[in-house]
Nanobody, 118 residues
């Protein structure tokens, strides 16, 4: 019943842009912090960006600061990641994540692949 469905991944040239979307359902969206993580083969899954509830404060990995922007639309129950000035090292599977503000409940999407290559 709980679902996080990512979309928007694909192949993009270095310097290009992509906008990832995550559609949430089956839980009280505004009670969760939302985030984007990424993972490459053989590597750990790392936080890219996080946006908190209820005030919408954000934080970013140093590697993406100034290039990526996370946002959320509580009415639409969606979270977005605008990725600009993409670099080959941004290539990864990107995962949407939801974490309950109080408690241990969290959810993961299945991921969407972003490939940055010429």
């Amino acid at each position: 019943q709980v679902q996080l469905v990512e979309s928007g991944g694909g192949l993009v040239q270095p310097g290009g842009s992509l906008r990832l979307s995550c559609a949430a359902s089956g839980f009280t969206f505004n009670m969760y912090d939302m985030g984007w993580f990424r993972q490459t083969p053989g590597k750990e899954r790392d936080l890219v960006a996080r946006i908190r509830s209820p005030y919408g404060s954000t934080d970013y990995a140093d590697s993406v600061k100034g290039r990526f922007t996370i946002s959320r639309d509580n009415a639409e129950k969606a979270v977005y990641l605008q990725m600009n000035s993409l670099k080959p090292e941004d290539t990864a599977v990107y995962y949407c994540h939801a974490k309950l503000l109080y408690g241990t409940m969290d959810y993961w999407g299945k991921g969407t692949l972003v490939t940055v290559s010429s």
